[in-house]
């Protein structure tokens, strides 16, 4: 049973009110401006999700208690868990690195597939308490922070590092790891959140018929480019938690979402600056990640320190020219391109150029997309350090660049979320438009 009824919403993207009506089965709706996905129908939404949600955490727990490999050389053995890792990079005394492993593989999954499986449980009897909804949004929250499937990347490339020195088996965590990584990728294609919030009670009384006040705003047909509707143009502001769009009170102070409570913003607030103070401290941090050794080996009568450039090199040398390429774009090349390209996207915004919108839309959810995989290296120092300790044969130590390389990733990630892409849209509106943001 679905509850969805036709509704008229703004484009997140590029703001452009659009009419969404009832979606034919597996339909998609685009905007037409920008081309972003703006509803999809997604059969049995909330019984697949629970279905898969279910299986997700079974799967996370078998990835946190078993062991992810374990390694063998000379007659000695040694296996680590995600946890184990996460404990020795701390030990070590990187521990900012070991929080932030932490976030991305165990607490930020753990957050995401238990919030779900709460709301999910819970709108089954419509109307679902209130509170549902910020559990909801809180999921919502972690999901870009839930990095599994980099994780086991990073397993990947650490068990060919370490392949030349000891022979190293996988274990049941791994294949855990695995399961989980498709688990989370099938609740994201079966998810519907707007079926979810359709079952969620409002927080102001709902207006008559379910529809907001907003909906019964004319949407004009855009005619010539600078008269198409947009949800700041009309004083509509489109929640940034639920998606409704809701009346503006005042242009500075728009109020709070009818029925998820969340404060309203017609832009998100200081978006250019808080993007370039992002994008700046990430551009710092870039230099000492590279030029910093993040590993140090030491054998007896050997000691090596290794910066992501030399241990790519190593990767090539050791003819696993693949994952070396693989490691180069996602540790040199990604953070480097997206703080060009966001750097990129904030002159154009600032400059109020036109041109080319539509391909600087698509720049923008690139970085959206690929940002994440630069943690790859983090994950790869974790689990060599947590394998590698042979001691007094051999044994591994992160170094001081793991945690700026770290930083570089959190802080890009940040400065893309930070910005809004709305603003790419947003040339051809007034002056009068303009001054009060
Ligand atoms: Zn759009
Ligand atoms: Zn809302």
């Not at 994008?279 to 009568?301: D, E, K, Q, R």
């Not at 970085?367 to 590698?388: K, N, P, Q, Y």
Request: proline fraction near 6%.
């Amino acid at each position: 049973m679905t509850l969805l009824t036709e509704y008229i919403a703004a484009c997140p993207d590029c703001d452009l009110l659009q009419r969404i009506g009832v979606l034919p089965s597996g339909a998609t709706a685009r905007c037409p401006r920008c081309g972003r996905v703006v509803a999809s129908d997604k059969p049995n939404s909330l019984n697949r999700t629970l279905a898969l949600a279910v299986a997700a955490i079974i799967a996370l727990i078998v990835a946190n208690v078993t062991p992810l490999m374990g390694l063998s050389a000379v007659g000695r053995h040694a296996s680590t868990t995600i946890l184990g890792g996460i404990v020795k990079m701390w030990r070590e005394g990187q521990e900012i690195t070991a929080l932030l492993v932490a976030l991305c593989s165990v607490v930020a999954p753990i957050l995401y597939v238990g919030f779900m499986l709460v709301v999910l449980l819970a709108v089954r009897k419509p109307p679902a308490p209130r509170w549902i909804g910020a559990l909801l949004r809180f999921s919502e929250l972690s999901r870009p922070w839930v990095m599994v499937e980099v994780m086991m990347l990073g397993i990947l490339v650490s068990l060919v590092k370490i392949a030349d020195l000891a022979t190293v088996n996988p274990g049941i965590g791994m294949f855990a790891v695995g399961a989980l990584i498709v688990l989370l990728a099938a609740m994201t294609v079966s998810f519907d959140p707007r079926e979810a919030w359709a079952r969620i009670a409002w927080v102001d009384e709902p207006p008559r018929k379910g529809r907001s006040e907003a909906q019964d705003e004319p949407v004009r047909k855009g005619g010539g480019a600078g008269t198409e509707p947009t949800g700041r143009r009309m004083g509509l502001a489109a929640c940034g938690a639920c998606g409704l769009l809701a009346r503006a009170a005042g242009r500075n102070d728009p109020g709070s979402c009818p029925r998820c409570g969340e404060i309203l913003v017609l832009r998100r607030p200081g978006a250019i600056q808080r993007t370039w103070a992002f994008l700046i401290a990430a551009s710092i941090c870039y230099l000492p990640a590279n030029l910093l050794p993040v590993m140090n080996t030491a054998m007896p009568g050997y000691a090596e320190a290794d910066t992501i450039m030399s241990g790519v090199i190593l990767l090539y040398e050791s003819g696993s020219w693949p994952l070396a390429l693989i490691v180069f774009v996602a540790s040199i090349m990604i953070p480097l391109a997206k703080i060009i390209a966001l750097a990129y996207l904030l002159v154009t915004v600032q400059f109020r150029r036109i041109e080319s919108r539509p391909e600087r839309i698509r720049v923008y959810r690139i970085i959206e997309v690929v940002g994440r995989w630069s943690m790859l290296d983090v994950f790869v120092v974790t689990f060599v350090v947590a394998l590698v300790q042979l001691q007094p044969l051999m044994s591994v130590e992160p170094g001081a660049g793991v945690v700026f390389f770290a930083a570089v990733v959190v802080l890009t990630m940040l400065a893309a979320e930070s910005f809004d892409p709305r603003l790419i849209w947003d040339e051809n509106e007034s002056e009068e438009d303009r001054k009060h943001d």
